[in-house]
């Protein structure tokens, strides 16, 4: 065994570098790495590096002798059941080379957990082509809220949208219909949120600026139509990514989402309306990893575009996917 150097590619932009050796060298544990990296034993360019150091195409990763483990076995997909790969394949609104979006459905959730049978991410192998990686989920959306889920097709794709969505370069609009009118009808909501307990149980509160918990929490709103101020159609645009940001930050404004199960008490709980969440994340625009942007909307959910005629808020069509 000797030294090797391999050569960081596009594929691999802005990857850690403990997942391009998990990639690599999949046998390889994290403390193993650790110890390599502290003892200068792996370098980047020639010079010592972290675990956590991101890489750039190009570069080159001086790898130590390291014992081979025996080759896994290829990666085959999964039997998925008919059923769940058509409703995957049904959810695909935008689809190329590097991304797939998602017009996900109100109360699916996007990953697994306790009491949750179905997912987004244990339907997967469903959008897979031949022996392409299997694609990866780049964000989350809660359970109740509908609408876009952004995937990559390849590791290095992912890396990518996740450093774009870190980088803030990701603008994210949320339609929600809310139980009454703020005021003012536009603005930024600056509310601190903290988290309470753990697992399914926990929520999100409003908190003080100066508690220990407290993290920053910031969403532009502005009332795009109401009806006689007992309902209003919100657009939100987190400029921070907290769980369950938009929804505390609407019950903060004394307007809580309707429909909302955990959330803004019996407010949030109107008579001769559908009684499901109406939050939908409407529409992403981002910088795409093969070069310019993508912008990319989807289309209400049926409960919401029930309550749109109820209420005669007129969203009009919705966009086709545009590259530029």
């Not at 697994?112 to 959008?127: A, E, F, K, R, S």
């Amino acid at each position: 065994m000797s030294v090797t150097l391999l050569t960081v590619s596009e594929d691999e932009a802005d990857i850690r570098l403990d997942r391009y050796f998990r990639r690599h060298y999949p046998h390889l544990t994290q403390g193993a790495l650790q110890k390599l990296c502290r003892t200068g034993q792996i370098r980047v360019d020639g010079k010592r590096a972290e675990a956590s150091t991101r890489l750039v195409p190009g570069q080159s990763v001086r790898v130590p002798p390291i014992p081979m483990a025996a080759k896994p076995a290829r990666d085959v997909p999964k039997t998925l059941n008919p059923k769940l790969a058509s409703e995957i394949r049904k959810m695909v609104i935008y689809s190329d080379p590097q991304i797939i979006v998602l017009n996900k459905p109100s109360g699916l959730a996007t990953q697994g957990g306790p009491g949750i049978t179905q997912h987004v991410d244990m339907m997967l192998d469903g959008l897979r082509e031949g022996d392409d990686p299997r694609p990866r989920l780049v964000h989350r959306i809660d359970r109740d809220t509908s609408g876009l889920l952004l995937l990559a097709r390849t590791p290095g794709v992912a890396a990518k949208l996740a450093a774009a969505f870190r980088g803030r370069d990701v603008k994210k609009t949320y339609w929600a219909v809310v139980v009454g009118r703020p005021d003012p009808m536009s603005g930024e909501i600056d509310q601190p949120l903290a988290r309470l307990g753990a697992g399914p149980g926990s929520i999100t509160i409003a908190a003080d600026r100066n508690d220990e918990d407290a993290q920053s929490a910031r969403t532009d709103y502005e009332v795009l139509d109401s009806a006689a101020r007992k309902f209003s159609w919100l657009g939100l645009s987190p400029l921070t990514g907290r769980t369950h940001q938009l929804r505390v930050h609407c019950e903060s404004l004394g307007t809580p989402i309707l429909g909302d199960p955990k959330y803004g008490g019996d407010k949030a709980h109107v008579d001769g309306f559908t009684d499901r969440l109406h939050l939908h994340a409407r529409s992403l625009v981002l910088p795409h990893p093969a070069g310019g942007w993508l912008e990319v909307s989807a289309e209400l959910p049926p409960h919401m575009k029930e309550t749109f005629r109820a209420l005669g808020f007129t969203a009009g069509s919705t966009p086709a996917p545009r590259r530029r």
